[in-house]
DNA sequence: TGCCATACTTACGTCGCCGTAGGTTACGGA
DNA sequence: TCCGTAACCTACGGCGACGTAAGTATGGCA
């Protein structure tokens, strides 16, 4: 039996959530009161709503995959009943259409805009920090980015939305292989190469936590740059960043 | 409807399958045909349908994943009623813990087997090698381990199957590091970087098929060893392999 | 003060799928 | 030829999840 206890806490989680918590009569929304009435509803408008439950099902999306997340957990957590959810977004594809659309867009945004300008190996640095940039900020984002979702594999191409980053660096490996006089048709092997080893680090970073995002930054360009055979022992960051 | 078909064709993948057909008066087997009476129903012994069903079950949890697959499909295709695959394998989970199980075995077998002796750059050679080949011989496999694993997922400390395989990287590469005066401590996430260049480019690969299997290796190896600002043109291996 | 759009609800219908209880067919040895 | 056992079936119970139809509160605005 579903108990209809309000808000569960994370109704700010958005940002822009100016919370229309009016006349909260309640009893102190204490989480896992029995209803000692009935807990006074929310209302809130169609953004912030639809905000949160982007939010929520992000996080829930994250944890447990397209498949294992129902429409009614959503809902649940956000304190409102399922029809809320498909007023928004006409079923659970819907939602997560738009969550990955959010994520792709914003990594995408963060790869991009490092990718400008400069030497090579500066590039190669930037680009490894975005990544992990983003990594760090949005962990759930790119959780759900890992994951095969039902789009990628109906679409077929690519087995991981992640390897579409790797479109990216094509053109700049590309072109740099031009330069040099190298085959430019291997530049989207080894741009799948150099992506997969700075997304498969940044998965394995997001478990342990354990160098410093700056150091782990600088021991895959020394890997990426130098080589195995001319590893440098202290490898150190060309950029200057302020985070 | 389920109309008992029999069998669906693919029954002697497995190799083993010593295929009892017996007097099969049936209307050719044809695929697709509306029940021409009856056909005479397959009779295989425990292992011979334990066989076919882990196989079946390996390539349709490979292309729908755990979830997508269900148990009643798995047995449709392999011309029985569930309650077989129950009776073999207790239920998906099981059916599913072999299948992984199996193909894990089979990658680390391969993996550490060409992790023996030589010069590092033969090693990652071999190693990277080895990776191809087994993405080439059981492409289901690998698309299931990349898959994240509903065991993976509740034991939690690796986000993909395929990790595994970098943590017996980490010993060689440690070994390395303390040869080279390097700090041992950061093995762990070289190794992950190696692995995810190669496992990334392996599934890359799949749908590609562009590049020859011994040239895509050469590269990777040419990446990993000499670095971006050390490439080499036209890259060779050194390893004399037959395939 | 009364109205109406907006935010939200309860209550179903239905479908797919897991897992099981109990019965049936065929193979192979005595 | 008979019989036991291994292989297999039909049929059901039940649950969880998607999606919808129809009704209810609420807050701004004429």
Redesign the interface.
């Known amino acids: 039996m579903i108990v209809p206890v309000a808000i569960d806490g994370r109704a700010g989680t958005a940002g822009s959530t100016s919370a229309t918590a009016r006349k909260s009569k309640a009893s102190q929304g204490a989480p896992g009161a029995p209803p000692a009435r009935r807990t006074r509803r929310v209302r809130m408008t169609g953004k912030e709503r639809r905000e949160q439950l982007l939010d929520i099902g992000r996080t829930l999306f994250a944890e447990r995959?397209f498949?294992?997340t129902s429409v009614e957990e959503i809902a649940h957590k956000a304190g409102v009943s399922k029809p809320v959810v498909y007023e928004h977004f006409g079923g659970k594809e819907g939602l997560y259409a738009v969550v990955v659309d959010r994520e792709m867009r914003m990594l995408l945004d963060l790869v991009t805009s490092a990718l400008t300008g400069g030497h090579?190996?500066e590039l190669?640095e930037q680009a490894a920090f975005a990544l992990l940039d983003y990594i760090e900020q949005s962990t759930d984002g790119f959780?759900i980015l890992?994951?095969?979702s039902p789009v990628a594999q109906s679409t077929g191409?690519?087995?991981?939305l992640?390897?579409d980053i790797?479109t990216q660096v094509e053109d700049i490996l590309g072109l740099e292989f031009k330069q040099?006089?190298?085959?430019p048709k291997?530049a989207?092997?080894?741009a799948?190469?150099?992506?997969?080893?700075?997304?498969?680090?940044g998965?394995?970073?997001?478990?342990?936590r354990k160098?410093k995002k700056a150091d782990?930054a600088a021991?895959?360009v020394n890997?990426?740059?130098?080589?195995?055979?001319?590893?440098e022992?202290k490898p150190r960051l060309i950029g200057h960043r302020k985070a």
């Open positions: 995959g498949e294992g090579p190996r190669l959780r890992v994951r095969d191409t690519f087995a991981s992640i390897s790797a040099r006089g190298f085959e291997l989207p092997m080894y799948q190469a150099l992506v997969g080893m700075v997304a498969l680090t998965q394995w970073w997001l478990d342990v160098p782990v021991h895959l890997l990426a740059w130098n080589g195995l055979s001319g590893l022992p």
